[in-house]
């Protein structure tokens, strides 16, 4: 293998950050052409659009500034620290991402991606804050890179393409499974604004029989007990398993927050697109729980499928988006106003049809999950080799 070296981020690349114009200005978002990234927009994509865009007054009146396309973003704090992604248009972004332009005779931007993507899990354990952690740019600049010559870097980022291929496609067909989920809720169930089928109105209280935070215990690497938090809930209202804290408890408080099978997890406080995300439990192993994540059991007039579907719903996202208050600078949505959360109540058996087709798509995403641990597995293997100078 040609003769490698090693160079701290700020040698050979230049790095920035954004900020976010005033929102006391609306007239800085209205209208606006010039497309803006906020840090939950990076994970591990292409940016070719926005959800929001400013003008050029907020341009020039904030910190904000135009980044070039190709540029390589890393987000530094926010729900998706440590999330990266490319820019595929010009475009400013918030202060929570750091912008990374390598100079590309020395470093192969793909090539640099990975081994950002290879380090993210080491920036978060160095990182500081309390509920999420920071990634400074400080870090980022001192953070040293294996640096090959450009022709091997292009080659290893070629080998790591191939591969993160295989497992995006892993990850497509459980994202297919969610959206498959939605459209048959919708079918089902019909618009609830609307509400084509006439089904009685109620709130989520109507069809729980009991309702309790989790515990604040600490959670750590070494425990008796794994923990559920909101990391472990998809977007789709399934489970990611393999990334756990564990926790040691009392016997006496063991029931309190153990979750058992058809209890319903509802995350309750971070940034406002994770308000809300919701699952069904259905594992046989005990897992307690966190305590921003609210645990409920249905009564006889719903089961836990009907509400987990309606709150992972567009509707349902969108209710929960507008109850959001701030508190301490996080989104919340307490135990009180979810069960104060308007719900259409369908006739039990439709509910039931839901939650049979609900368990077989689940079972399928069990498998691709299964799948795809394993070729995350893989990928993992021969980005260990790649940036040990091993893959020949």
């Known amino acids: 293998m040609s003769i490698a070296r090693t160079l701290k981020i700020s040698e050979f690349c230049k790095t920035g950050s954004g900020g976010t114009p005033s929102r006391k200005m609306p007239s800085y978002y209205e209208n ?3 497309p803006w990234v906020k840090s939950g927009e990076l994970r591990e994509n292409l940016i070719l659009d926005t959800g929001e865009k400013i003008t050029e007054e907020a341009l020039q009146k904030s910190s904000a500034k135009i980044v070039p396309k190709g540029s390589l973003l890393l987000a530094m704090y926010g729900a998706t620290v440590g999330r990266l992604a490319f820019l595929g248009i010009d475009a400013a ?11 590309e005779k020395i470093c192969f931007p793909k090539y640099l991606y990975y081994a950002l993507l290879r380090k993210v899990p080491e920036f978060l354990n160095m990182a500081t804050g309390g509920a999420q952690p920071n990634i400074s740019q400080g870090l980022i600049k001192d953070t040293k890179i294996l640096l090959p010559t450009v022709e091997e870097q292009k080659r290893i980022a070629a080998a790591l393409d191939k ?3 295989i497992r995006r496609k892993r990850q497509q067909a459980i994202d297919l499974t969610d959206q498959l989920l939605r459209s048959v809720f919708l079918d089902m169930f019909g618009d609830p604004v609307n509400n084509p089928k006439s089904f009685e109105h109620g709130k989520i209280g109507n069809l729980l029989e009991r309702v309790n935070y989790g515990t604040s215990a600490k959670a750590g690497k070494e425990g ?6 909101m990391n472990n809930i998809t977007y789709g209202g399934g489970w990611k398993l393999d990334d756990l804290k564990y926790i040691d408890m009392d016997e006496r408080e063991l029931k309190k927050y153990t979750a058992e099978p058809g209890d319903i997890l509802f995350n309750r406080t971070n940034s406002k697109e994770l308000v809300g995300k919701t699952a069904v439990f259905r594992e046989n192993t005990p897992y307690v729980f966190a305590g921003y994540l609210v645990r ?3 009564n006889s007039l719903a089961t836990p499928e009907y509400i987990s579907g309606y ?8 209710t929960l988006q507008s109850m959001c208050k701030n508190i301490v600078g ?3 949505i307490n135990a009180k106003e979810y069960q104060a959360i308007n719900i259409l109540i369908p006739p039990i058996e439709d509910q039931r049809k839901y939650s049979s087709i609900v368990e077989y798509c689940r079972n399928k995403t069990s498998s691709y999950q299964g799948m795809l641990e394993k070729t995350n597995d893989l990928f993992n293997a021969l980005s260990q080799r790649a940036f040990k ?3 020949h």
């Open 296 to 298: 409920s059991k249905v």
């Open 224 to 229: 008796k007990y794994p923990i559920l938090r």
């Open 311 to 318: 709150l992972n719903s567009t509707h349902g996202k969108m």
């Open 93 to 103: 972004t918030n202060q929570a991402v750091c912008n990374i332009q390598p100079d």
């Open 330 to 332: 996080m989104a919340n």
């Open 163 to 165: 591969a993160d291929a």
């Open 389 to 391: 100078g091993e893959l």
């Open 32 to 34: 606006g052409n010039i």
